[in-house]
């Protein structure tokens, strides 16, 4: 059974539009969120983060929103750019640290269209 | 320049034979660990170690070895127990600190089993 849901596959936004990425989570005992971007062929590489002792972060075009209460977090892009085409996943972390591993969702196909 | 590497870039191999996937970090990071993505699938993982000459399975573990020999390199050998080995194989790294645990990935290794 997923933990970390990614339900849209896939998601086409005109450039200079906001995109909003969506994950969801059920285990309570995830208490750290990152986003990571993804190019095909290459790995994965970081781009924000969340705590649960927070609701909002935010760096540059990128705030990632959490509610704990409804197990949800989302990561806003504006204004979103060719460039942030990609596969976007969400990630997880158990409370008391994250060394044995993230849970990953299944991933979100950004399309930016010109 | 510091990150991690994975070698070789693209792997082809007969059914029946393992092969061994490398992987070397120069960031100083206590903990590394190996995912692999399969089409539509978030990264799922495999093996992770927390420190030298220690490893843990993750959750897809079977069909898959590791050593850690040394801090900076984690090798994992896909054995022919392996039911499905064809794959992208991503390989990654982090500070072993209970927050803000990012982990980096190196660009990934695609195995082909022919």
């Known amino acids: 059974d997923q933990q970390v849901k990614q339900n849209s596959p896939s998601l086409s936004v005109q450039e200079g539009r906001i995109s909003i990425l969506n994950c969801d989570y059920t285990?309570?005992?995830?208490?750290?969120f990152l986003w990571y971007k993804k190019y095909p062929a290459e790995g994965p590489t970081f781009l924000i983060s969340?705590?649960?002792?927070?609701d909002k972060n935010e760096d540059g075009r990128f705030t990632v929103f959490l509610n704990k209460s409804a197990k949800h977090l989302s990561l806003h892009i504006v204004p979103s750019q060719p460039g942030d085409s990609a596969v976007y996943f969400c990630a997880a972390i158990l409370s008391g640290g994250g060394a044995d591993g993230l849970t990953f969702g299944k991933g979100t196909h950004l399309i930016i269209q010109p | 320049d510091g990150g991690i590497t994975q070698s070789p870039k693209y792997l082809f191999r007969k059914e029946g034979q393992n092969v061994t996937l490398s992987c070397e970090q120069n960031l100083n990071h206590d903990a590394m660990y190996w995912y692999r993505q399969d089409p539509g699938q978030g990264l799922r993982l495999i093996y992770y170690?927390?420190?030298?000459?220690?490893?843990q399975k993750g959750d897809i573990a079977e069909g898959y070895s590791v050593s850690r020999e040394k801090k900076e390199s984690f090798p994992l050998t896909v054995t022919s127990a392996q039911k499905n080995p064809t794959a992208f194989y991503l390989c990654?790294?982090?500070?072993?600190?209970?927050?803000?645990?990012?982990?980096?990935f190196g660009p990934g290794t695609r195995l082909t089993v022919l």
């Open positions: 285990n309570s005992m995830f208490d750290y």
């Open positions: 990654a790294s982090s500070m072993d600190s209970a927050y803000d645990n990012e982990q980096f």
């Open positions: 969340i705590s649960s002792i927070k």
């Open positions: 170690s927390q420190i030298v000459n220690d490893f």
